[in-house]
């Protein structure tokens, strides 16, 4: 897709307009015609921008026909360019089409000559109501149909003279009628009355019925057409953007269908029949869902199943809570689904992993294999299974009975979109919705789309259509000063980007600001650089150095290991090496189960959180165990085959103390391999301390008098500690508690004055009392 055009001349681009549309039928970009109807208006060229209007409207109209905006488009048209013959031509080409309904009104009651003379005097006043409208109403039709420019020697010409011509025609006959009916209610009131009038409105109605039929066969090829445009199933499919192999396995296995049907209708044998079961495997919005749809449609087409209606349900509507309620459940949805297509999303969750006791999911599987295998059931409804790829192979592969009824012929694999086809699928989300995208808008939707395709869980077309989404509701609730046309039609650049959750002060003005730690600031600010320079030489399309960002953060408790790594996150998504830039704060807890298999998954899952991020885990030689029953050796070898498939997609951090890290990397070598940064994190100085109690304190607008610092100089110089920074804070909290005490129960409130904002030595006596006694 280009997104990047050339800038040219508004006439020059009017022609290059034309050419496309006489080539194509239709602009591809439509958002360039909207910006230059945009511009146009606030402009003086009323020629051009009655021609810009008119191909907007030509292209417009052969995706939605001609509806009311390309009506109103060619109309604006008309209005700045009188002399506009092109707009004048389908403006009236189209405009025919609201005149169907014209003979609606010229519907007559039934005049008898066995009526009663009352009757038929209150009839006859009917008739010349009835035909007083049309008249009044059909000349001004008349008028307007002749006053249309329309091409001479074209289709339209004709359809427009046989419209005029019938027109005329019933005009006359109405008005043939009206004056019949005229004579003939005065002859009812006379008193001599005469059948020649009753004759002649007979002639004259039976002529107006020709004339109406004819009429609503002229009208009745527009409907026609309408309905012939509508797709069948295979059709459907095709248009879709992307799944190439799967239109392809699609269209196989719809080709073998109609052959088999073929071979019916010959009267030959088929002892097997086919199976319509299917397994379509693949990530959220590949679009399996619409494709267990249209191959509901298909089936049915085909005649291989009675109805095209698709039954969707999903572990909560099939499992129940108690014996018996899921057999009651799985054979109530399939009696819903008989003669169609039973539809089960995400089927690998009807059978949990290490689940027992009083799960019910193996049941509602061997209850679907039963009903769709028994004689009852078996063979009048189809049933497609939907879900991620390994979880449905390790799914089927649990369940051989289920396996067994699904082919590897009716396993379909729908791929991930690539950047290119969501951009497409979002061009198409947004002409559904009447909107079309400039180029600035597309790359902007580029990075997003870019940002969000972290893991599995990216929801591929789902993901894009809410982008879209996102932006119109943005663009509509945002106030804005224009109120044109591109205001409710174009979306824009600043309509897509995601708002900004970097906090005011930069990732790197925070670590500087940081209280000592001064190698490692030095260090981390080494390696942000070396990255941002690896970026740019990939920008260039020069070689890059490998760069190895998983990091060992060794040192004792409250020395900044978290804090610098909450900022290593934020500067790696700074320069663009990390998507999301956020960190997960981990521990054995949240990789280590009870049981085999179990520690796996819960790895991996904690991994899937930290993707596009930062995984720190603290106290990470704690992973190592002690018994040989231990399962910390799962974690540590599925985090590193973990990091080897993510790659750049996830950063880990291990932190803990010094000795312990080394233990631990050495008990695997991919582990060692894949640390290459070692950050040490030494104990806080007492001058380094004083400065986070300081500052800390200072955060509330508390200060320390000069005595209280004097003896925190001391006493944090002879006490042994334990938390660092940590405890700085600790410290501060308890003293400003302390404070809070002492003032308090002084019971003098009023006349505190400055008194609340120090922290005098005795709040710092009784805080260290209460944190190391």
Same mark, same amino acid.
Request: glycine share 6%; proline share 2%.
């Given at each position: 897709?280009?997104?990047?055009?050339?800038?040219?001349?508004?006439?020059?681009?009017?022609? @290059?307009?034309?050419?496309?549309?006489?080539?194509?039928?239709?602009?591809?970009?439509?958002?360039?015609?909207?910006?230059?109807?945009?511009?146009?208006?606030?402009?003086?060229?009323?020629?051009?921008?009655?021609?810009?209007?008119?191909?907007?409207?030509?292209?417009?109209?052969?995706?939605?026909?001609?509806?009311?905006?390309?009506?109103?488009?060619?109309?604006?048209?008309?209005?700045?360019?009188? +002399?506009?013959?092109?707009?004048?031509?389908?403006?009236?080409?189209?405009?025919?089409?609201?005149?169907?309904?014209?003979?609606?009104?010229?519907?007559?009651?039934?005049?008898?000559?066995?009526?009663?003379?009352?009757?038929?005097?209150?009839?006859?006043?009917?008739?010349?109501?009835?035909?007083?409208?049309?008249?009044?109403?059909?000349?001004?039709?008349?008028?307007?149909?002749?006053?249309?420019?329309?091409?001479?020697?074209?289709?339209?010409?004709?359809?427009?003279?046989?419209?005029?011509?019938?027109?005329?025609?019933?005009?006359?006959?109405?008005?043939?009628?009206?004056?019949?009916?005229?004579?003939?209610?005065?002859?009812?009131?006379?008193?001599?009355?005469?059948?020649?009038?009753?004759? =002649?409105?007979?002639?004259?109605?039976?002529?107006? $019925?020709?004339?109406?039929?004819?009429?609503?066969?002229?009208?009745?090829?527009?409907?026609?057409?309408?309905?012939?445009?509508?797709?069948?199933?295979?059709?459907?499919?095709?248009?879709?953007?992307?799944?190439?192999?799967?239109?392809?396995?699609?269209?196989? *296995?719809?080709?073998?269908?109609?052959?088999?049907?073929?071979?019916?209708?010959?009267?030959?044998?088929?002892?097997?029949?086919?199976?319509?079961?299917?397994?379509?495997?693949?990530?959220?919005?590949?679009?399996?869902?619409?494709?267990?749809? @249209?191959?509901?449609?298909?089936?049915?087409?085909?005649?291989?199943?009675?109805?095209? =209606?698709?039954?969707?349900?999903?572990?909560?509507?099939?499992?129940?809570?108690?014996?018996?309620?899921?057999?009651?459940?799985?054979?109530?949805?399939?009696?819903?689904?008989?003669?169609?297509?039973? *539809?089960?999303?995400?089927?690998?969750?009807?059978?949990?992993?290490?689940?027992?006791?009083?799960?019910?999911?193996?049941?509602?599987?061997?209850?679907?294999?039963?009903?769709?295998?028994?004689?009852?059931?078996?063979?009048?409804?189809?049933?497609?299974?939907?879900?991620?790829?390994?979880?449905?192979?390790?799914?089927?592969?649990?369940?051989?009975?289920?396996?067994?009824? &699904?082919?590897?012929?009716?396993?379909?694999?729908?791929?991930?979109?690539?950047?290119?086809?969501?951009?497409?699928?979002?061009?198409?989300?947004?002409?559904?919705?009447?909107?079309?995208?400039?180029?600035? +808008?597309?790359?902007?939707?580029?990075?997003?789309?870019?940002?969000?395709?972290?893991?599995?869980?990216?929801?591929?077309?789902?993901?894009?259509?809410?982008?879209?989404? =996102?932006?119109? &509701?943005?663009?509509?609730?945002? !106030?804005?000063?224009?109120?044109?046309?591109?205001?409710?039609?174009?979306?824009?650049?600043?309509? &897509?980007?995601?708002?900004?959750?970097?906090?005011?002060?930069?990732?790197?003005?925070?670590?500087?600001?940081?209280?000592?730690?001064?190698?490692?600031?030095?260090?981390?600010?080494?390696?942000?650089? *070396?990255?941002?320079?690896?970026?740019?030489?990939?920008?260039?399309?020069?070689?890059?150095?490998?760069?190895?960002?998983?990091?060992?953060?060794?040192?004792?408790?409250?020395?900044?290991?978290?804090?610098?790594?909450?900022?290593?996150?934020?500067?790696?998504?700074?320069?663009?090496?990390?998507?999301?830039?956020?960190?997960?704060?981990?521990?054995?807890?949240?990789?280590?189960?009870?049981?085999?298999?179990?520690?796996?998954?819960?790895?991996?899952?904690?991994?899937?959180?930290?993707?596009?991020?930062?995984? *720190?885990?603290?106290? +990470?030689?704690?992973?190592?165990?002690?018994?040989?029953?231990?399962?910390?050796?799962?974690?540590?070898?599925?985090?590193?085959? $973990?990091?080897?498939?993510?790659?750049?997609?996830?950063?880990?951090?291990?932190?803990?103390?010094?000795?312990?890290?080394?233990?631990?990397?050495?008990?695997?070598?991919?582990?060692?391999?894949?640390?290459?940064?070692?950050?040490? &994190?030494?104990?806080?100085?007492?001058?380094?301390?004083?400065?986070?109690?300081?500052?800390? +304190?200072?955060?509330?607008?508390?200060?320390?008098?000069?005595?209280?610092?004097?003896?925190?100089?001391?006493?944090?110089?002879?006490?042994?500690?334990?938390?660092?920074?940590?405890?700085?804070?600790?410290?501060?909290?308890?003293?400003?508690?302390?404070?809070?005490?002492?003032?308090?129960?002084?019971?003098?409130?009023?006349? @505190?004055?400055?008194?609340?904002?120090?922290?005098?030595? !005795?709040?710092?006596?009784?805080?260290?009392?209460?944190?190391?006694?």
């Amino acid at each position: 897709m280009e997104l990047h055009k050339k800038q040219i001349p508004i006439d020059e681009q009017i022609l @290059l307009w034309e050419e496309e549309i006489n080539t194509k039928g239709f602009i591809q970009d439509e958002a360039s015609l909207i910006t230059a109807i945009k511009k146009l208006t606030k402009s003086e060229e009323h020629k051009q921008l009655s021609q810009t209007l008119t191909l907007a409207a030509q292209s417009r109209s052969q995706r939605n026909g001609y509806d009311s905006l390309v009506l109103e488009w060619l109309k604006t048209a008309i209005e700045h360019d009188s +002399a506009n013959k092109k707009a004048k031509s389908l403006l009236a080409r189209n405009q025919w089409k609201d005149k169907g309904n014209l003979f609606e009104q010229l519907i007559f009651p039934r005049i008898r000559e066995t009526d009663n003379r009352a009757l038929k005097k209150k009839t006859a006043e009917q008739y010349i109501d009835i035909s007083q409208q049309f008249l009044s109403h059909a000349e001004e039709e008349l008028d307007d149909l002749k006053a249309k420019t329309v091409e001479k020697g074209s289709e339209v010409e004709a359809k427009f003279k046989r419209l005029t011509d019938m027109l005329e025609k019933a005009v006359e006959e109405t008005a043939a009628l009206l004056k019949a009916t005229e004579l003939y209610e005065e002859s009812v009131t006379g008193v001599f009355h005469t059948a020649i009038h009753y004759e =002649e409105i007979q002639k004259r109605l039976q002529s107006l $019925e020709q004339i109406k039929l004819q009429w609503e066969e002229e009208f009745a090829e527009e409907s026609e057409r309408q309905k012939q445009s509508e797709i069948d199933p295979l059709a459907e499919l095709n248009k879709m953007i992307g799944l190439e192999s799967v239109k392809e396995r699609v269209n196989d *296995f719809y080709r073998f269908l109609k052959y088999q049907q073929k071979r019916k209708e010959l009267g030959l044998q088929t002892k097997d029949d086919q199976s319509l079961n299917m397994v379509l495997t693949g990530n959220p919005g590949t679009g399996k869902t619409s494709l267990a749809r @249209l191959l509901a449609k298909i089936y049915h087409q085909l005649g291989v199943l009675p109805r095209e =209606e698709i039954i969707e349900a999903d572990r909560s509507q099939l499992v129940g809570a108690y014996v018996g309620q899921t057999e009651e459940n799985v054979r109530k949805v399939v009696e819903q689904a008989l003669g169609g297509v039973l *539809f089960i999303d995400e089927a690998y969750s009807l059978k949990r992993e290490g689940q027992t006791g009083n799960d019910y999911g193996q049941t509602a599987i061997d209850t679907l294999v039963s009903l769709m295998t028994g004689k009852e059931y078996g063979g009048k409804f189809a049933v497609i299974l939907a879900g991620y790829p390994e979880e449905m192979r390790q799914f089927l592969d649990a369940n051989p009975g289920l396996r067994s009824r &699904f082919p590897q012929s009716n396993l379909i694999h729908l791929p991930d979109y690539s950047d290119g086809e969501l951009l497409q699928i979002a061009d198409q989300a947004a002409q559904d919705n009447d909107y079309a995208m400039t180029d600035a +808008a597309k790359l902007e939707l580029r990075d997003r789309i870019e940002k969000e395709r972290v893991d599995d869980t990216f929801g591929n077309a789902r993901t894009v259509r809410n982008l879209v989404l =996102e932006a119109i &509701f943005k663009k509509g609730s945002r !106030q804005s000063e224009e109120d044109d046309f591109s205001t409710y039609t174009l979306l824009e650049k600043e309509d &897509f980007e995601s708002p900004s959750t970097i906090s005011a002060e930069k990732p790197l003005d925070r670590l500087n600001a940081l209280v000592g730690l001064d190698t490692v600031k030095s260090e981390v600010t080494s390696l942000i650089s *070396f990255v941002r320079m690896q970026q740019l030489r990939k920008e260039k399309g020069l070689p890059a150095v490998p760069i190895q960002l998983h990091s060992v953060f060794s040192g004792n408790p409250g020395t900044g290991k978290t804090t610098v790594a909450k900022i290593y996150a934020e500067l790696l998504k700074e320069c663009g090496m990390l998507k999301r830039g956020h960190l997960i704060i981990s521990s054995r807890a949240d990789f280590v189960a009870g049981y085999v298999g179990q520690t796996a998954i819960k790895t991996k899952k904690k991994i899937r959180e930290a993707l596009g991020g930062v995984l *720190f885990i603290d106290e +990470a030689y704690s992973l190592l165990g002690q018994s040989s029953g231990d399962f910390g050796k799962e974690v540590i070898d599925t985090l590193v085959d $973990e990091m080897t498939r993510h790659n750049e997609n996830l950063v880990v951090i291990l932190a803990g103390y010094p000795a312990e890290m080394d233990m631990l990397l050495e008990s695997n070598p991919g582990l060692r391999s894949r640390f290459k940064k070692f950050f040490h &994190f030494p104990d806080y100085s007492v001058s380094d301390l004083l400065l986070i109690i300081k500052n800390y +304190a200072g955060k509330y607008q508390y200060r320390m008098n000069p005595e209280a610092e004097a003896f925190l100089s001391e006493k944090l110089s002879t006490t042994e500690l334990k938390g660092n920074g940590r405890f700085a804070t600790n410290l501060v909290d308890e003293a400003i508690q302390s404070q809070a005490y002492r003032l308090i129960d002084g019971g003098n409130v009023e006349n @505190l004055d400055e008194d609340v904002f120090y922290l005098e030595k !005795q709040d710092f006596e009784a805080a260290l009392k209460k944190l190391i006694g």
